[in-house]
């Protein structure tokens, strides 16, 4: 069982529909990041936060540290949001990045 | 800044040869991270350095796989002798501080083994 669980594992829309991609993990932690890797393989960071809420453009990611989860939301969905979204975690006391196996999201023209 | 650079950005070779793969960090960035994509398994970490000095290397499957950092601009992960399950994706990222800072990953290698 993996220690980050993202869901859904695949993620299929319209164009202009929300989208929400979920991530949970089983302990304590310093930092969560959401990751985008694009179908050409590059792998480029969103967010990386430790509470609240961060914004950029229509990307929204929410974290809720006492239920260990957070949340990527997509405003006004469009088709070069189409990629695999990988949620990571950093546990308290630790340096490195422990991954969840990512979400492919497909958005429809 | 260029960002992360890695070499080769592909690499195809026969079971038994030696494997190089090269990074470049940000400059100034002071930690390095070696991570493997495969369909199985997603992403792993395989090592990290700070400050050229390498700090967890748990994830470095076996004795074949081999890193080194010699200064704070360049590191190498090394494999020999290659063989088909080595067949995967290897990022490369650096951060400011591994600690602190979010992650800029280079573009990979994707390196086949057949």
């Known amino acids: 069982k993996n220690e980050v669980e993202q869901s859904p594992q695949n993620l299929t829309a319209q164009e202009g529909e929300f989208i929400t991609i979920n991530c949970s993990y089983s302990?304590?932690?310093?930092?969560l990041h959401w990751l985008q890797q694009h179908p050409g393989g590059g792998i480029v960071s969103l967010f990386m936060?430790?509470?609240g809420k961060k914004k950029h453009g229509r990307l929204i990611a929410t974290i809720n540290i006492q239920e260990k989860h957070s949340s990527l939301h997509i405003t006004a969905s469009h088709p070069r949001d189409s990629a695999v979204y990988i949620c990571a975690v950093r546990y308290q006391g630790a340096q490195k990045l422990v991954f969840g196996q990512g979400t492919r999201l497909t958005i429809n023209p | 800044d260029a960002g992360v650079i890695q070499s080769p950005r592909h690499e195809v070779t026969e079971m038994g040869q030696e494997v190089t793969l090269r990074c470049k960090p940000i400059s100034g960035h002071n930690s390095l991270f070696w991570y493997r994509q495969t369909m199985m398994r997603g992403l792993e970490l395989l090592i990290y350095f700070n400050n050229n000095v390498p700090i967890d290397d748990s994830g470095m499957p076996e004795d074949r796989f081999s890193a080194k950092m010699p200064n704070a601009s360049f590191s190498t992960l090394k494999i020999q002798p290659s063989e088909p399950r080595d067949s995967a994706v290897y990022f490369c990222?650096?951060?400011?501080?591994?600690?602190?800072?979010?992650?800029?990953f280079g573009p990979g290698t994707r390196l086949t083994v057949t």
């Open positions: 936060l430790s509470s």
């Open positions: 990222a650096s951060s400011l501080s591994a600690r602190v800072y979010e992650q800029y």
């Open positions: 302990v304590g932690i310093s930092a």
